[in-house]
């Protein structure tokens, strides 16, 4: 019954969870350690392991991607005043709010849908400390562009990679860019550990200072040098992000099928706009958002109602954008006039179903649906 009323509605994520069975060893093994969290086997193991497969030198895992980039900006002693992009998950800003930093929002590129970066310098202060943006949909910034702004102004980057794990750009990780990068392992994420994050930093000088800064600020038994927060993975989240890594691939390869298929069925609909990736940089196939333009028969919320109807659970991400919430509104910089492309973007995006489990005949009928809807519109026209 349950099962039944589950396969009703097409989530437009799924977390990727392997065989019951090859986690079962993981457990029987933290139950012999007797080591459940505090920097155990598995954390110091996934660490390495994560270092290894990204390509990065120096990583600290974290309970989630939140308090990993809350994190970030302390480690860096971020104050003053953050650019940031409207165009993103909440948590974004959010980390900059928990800072006692102001967020300073800029518009968007119209192809990347990523901050601007010829938008940067004219929202420079004297208060400016750093820049946060976010590889959205994994697609990677213009990351020198960014690095030479920041290089003139003394700007620290942080950059939200929490849709980017995996991702490199010329062959290098997108994640070395900047002073630091910020992943979340959330189960609707492409790498998960049911909950989890991690930061890439540059040295092993801040590693040992965002490690301190996630376990309460402890140097030692009898010394607090910072005020530190608990940000720390535990071992069953550990142990399951070293399982996870082994079907990584696999899973998206899965994933690169339902990018491929969708792009061979809506490609040339019509108005329907789909993200494009510079060839420089690897795809994760994390997403799939099309912008539904006026030129598509439907507005972009008749087609999410259509959808939603035929149990499809499309998500209208990234609306509304971040700088339409009751705590930022009411900043300057969150005036709509300063963001006219987030703002038509957000309007006509919507993110169709994509997960490794996602069934061809399933996204058949998702395709079929939107294609109908194209053409019997045409037809009334
Ligand atoms: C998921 C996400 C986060 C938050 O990560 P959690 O692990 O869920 O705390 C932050 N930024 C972006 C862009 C995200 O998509």
């Known amino acids: 019954?349950?099962?039944?009323?589950?396969?009703?509605?097409?989530?437009?994520?799924?977390?990727?969870?392997?065989?019951?069975?090859?986690?079962?060893?993981?457990?029987?093994?933290i139950w012999l350690n007797r080591w459940v969290t505090n920097g155990g086997p598995f954390h110091r193991q996934l660490e390495d392991a994560l270092c290894e497969h990204l390509g990065v030198e120096h990583l600290c895992l974290f309970s989630n991607g939140t308090i990993a980039l809350i994190t970030a900006l302390q480690a860096l002693n971020i104050t003053g005043e953050v650019?940031?992009?409207?165009?993103?998950?909440?948590?974004?800003?959010?980390?900059?709010?928990?800072?006692?930093?102001?967020?300073?929002?800029?518009?968007?590129?119209?192809?990347?849908?990523?901050?601007?970066?010829?938008?940067?310098?004219?929202?420079?202060?004297?208060?400016?400390?750093?820049i946060l943006p976010v590889h959205v949909y994994g697609n990677p910034c213009e990351v020198e562009k960014i690095e030479k702004i920041a290089d003139t102004y003394g700007l620290h980057v942080i950059y939200d990679a929490a849709h980017a794990f995996g991702v490199r750009r010329n062959g290098r990780s997108i994640l070395s860019f900047g002073d630091m990068s910020v992943l979340s392992f959330h189960g609707t994420k492409i790498f998960?550990?049911?909950?989890?994050?991690?930061?890439?930093?540059?040295?092993?000088?801040?590693?040992?200072?965002?490690?301190?800064?996630?376990?309460?600020?402890?140097?030692?038994?009898?010394?607090?040098?910072a005020p530190g927060l608990n940000g720390k993975m535990n071992e069953v989240q550990?142990?399951?992000g070293l399982l996870q890594l082994r079907h990584v691939e696999r899973a998206q390869e899965a994933r690169a099928g339902v990018d491929r298929r969708y792009r061979e069925a809506l490609g040339e609909i019509r108005g329907l706009r789909?993200?494009?990736?510079?060839?420089?940089?690897?795809?994760?196939?994390?997403?799939?958002?099309?912008?539904?333009?006026?030129?598509?028969?439907?507005?972009?919320?008749?087609l999410y109602e259509e959808l939603r109807a035929s149990q499809i659970a499309v998500r209208k991400y990234f609306?509304?954008?971040?700088?339409?919430?009751?705590?930022?509104r009411g900043l300057p910089s969150a005036n709509r006039d300063n963001l006219p492309v987030a703002c038509t973007i957000a309007d006509q995006v919507l993110c169709l179903p994509i997960f490794s489990m996602l069934e061809a005949q399933v996204q058949e009928r998702i395709v079929d649906i939107i294609v109908a809807l194209a053409g019997a519109a045409t037809l009334r026209a």
């Not at 396969?7 to 090859?22: C, F, G, R, S, T």
């Not at 959010?94 to 300073?104: C, F, L, R």
């Not at 099309?290 to 028969?297: A, N, Q, R």
């Open 238 to 240: 550990a142990a399951f």
């Open 274 to 302: 789909l993200l494009e990736i510079d060839a420089i940089n690897t795809r994760n196939f994390a997403y799939f958002p099309i912008l539904v333009t006026p030129e598509f028969p439907l507005s972009r919320d008749a």
């Open 83 to 130: 650019i940031t992009t409207p165009y993103s998950f909440v948590a974004t800003t959010h980390a900059i709010h928990w800072n006692g930093a102001k967020p300073v929002f800029v518009d968007i590129d119209p192809v990347s849908m990523n901050l601007d970066p010829s938008r940067i310098e004219a929202a420079i202060t004297p208060q400016t400390r750093a």
């Open 192 to 225: 998960h550990t049911f909950e989890g994050g991690a930061i890439i930093c540059r040295d092993a000088e801040m590693k040992r200072r965002i490690d301190r800064l996630k376990n309460f600020g402890i140097e030692d038994e009898v010394t607090v040098v």
């Open 1 to 29: 019954m349950m099962n039944d009323m589950k396969a009703a509605v097409v989530p437009v994520a799924q977390p990727y969870l392997p065989p019951l069975a090859e986690f079962m060893p993981y457990l029987e093994q």
């Open 319 to 328: 609306y509304p954008l971040i700088s339409e919430f009751v705590d930022y």
